[in-house]
């Protein structure tokens, strides 16, 4: 199936002075709400996390194979694979390419069930991942390049797990502040995305890896706080316009599956 019959309509672009009130209130508290987080934080507060920091990625870590073989699954319909951009219109900039493509199992505590079907042995191992928030494999294209940006709060932790990496990964990295990192297959980088950080694939080969967000360990008051935060943004437009364009993707994707020879 080539691209363009595998894409449904396209999401538009978001014009900021458009977003909603709850949006804009959001961003003028985003600093309140990360120094409230690093405050309050049970575990390091530095761009780059020791993966040990959460004991559940061992688990994970031992299963990455049969990860990654549902992750290679998944790929055989790869142009049926939303681009991130096709997802989050917020994206857009730093996605605009559409070599940034994303396989959502869980979105913000909403499980996408059809694709975690397809992905059952991942589906059963994040659900059982404390504290949840996202969870979805990350497929970077040879050449691809992400800009530099950060993530919404410092009420999250992001974890990658290698799953698909190029020959020579030091050549496909992610710069975290002033650390730069490549993903090895079977081995987690943790970081807090609310820091500045960019990537490069500049190999031939395509970059695939389980991303998973969860809530920053805190103590009483910033778990409140984060709750509140992250109640807001799973009903903000960011999550629900993203919800509503997986379910145009889905119906790609059971046409691609549908019209796979047998």
């Not at 009130?21 to 390091?44: A, E, F, H, V």
């Not at 761009?47 to 559940?56: E, G, L, R, S």
């Not at 869980?106 to 397809?118: D, K, L, M, P, T």
């Not at 995305?193 to 805190?218: A, E, F, G």
Request: some cysteine.
């Amino acid at each position: 199936m080539t691209m363009e019959k595998a894409r449904p309509a396209s999401a538009k672009a978001v014009d900021a002075n458009k977003r909603p009130l709850i949006i804009k209130i959001g961003k003028r508290l985003r600093g309140t709400m990360n120094r409230i987080s690093q405050d309050q934080s049970n575990i390091p507060t530095e761009p780059v996390i020791a993966a040990d920091m959460f004991p559940w990625t061992a688990g994970l870590s031992e299963k990455w194979q049969v990860i990654a073989d549902e992750a290679a699954s998944i790929l055989r319909h790869r142009d049926a694979v939303p681009p991130l951009k096709e997802i989050s219109p917020d994206h857009a900039r730093i996605a605009g390419d559409g070599n940034w493509r994303s396989f959502f199992l869980i979105g913000y505590g909403y499980e996408v069930a059809e694709n975690c079907a397809r992905a059952p042995v991942t589906a059963d191992l994040v659900r059982r991942i404390p504290d949840l928030n996202s969870a979805f494999f990350s497929i970077l294209e040879p050449g691809a390049t992400i800009p530099r940006h950060r993530g919404v709060t410092r009420g999250l932790v992001t974890c990658h797990l290698g799953l698909i990496v190029p020959d020579s990964p030091e050549h496909c990295t992610m710069q975290v502040e002033d650390s730069t990192l490549f993903w090895e297959a079977g081995k987690w980088l943790v970081f807090d995305d609310s820091y500045y950080h960019q990537v490069h694939n500049n190999t031939d080969q395509r970059r695939v890896i389980l991303l998973v967000q969860v809530k920053r360990p805190m103590r009483l008051l910033g778990r409140l706080a984060n709750n509140l935060a992250l109640w807001g943004i799973r009903r903000s437009p960011f999550v629900q316009d993203a919800r509503r364009n997986l379910g145009m993707w889905e119906e790609a994707y059971k046409q691609a599956e549908q019209n796979e020879p047998a």
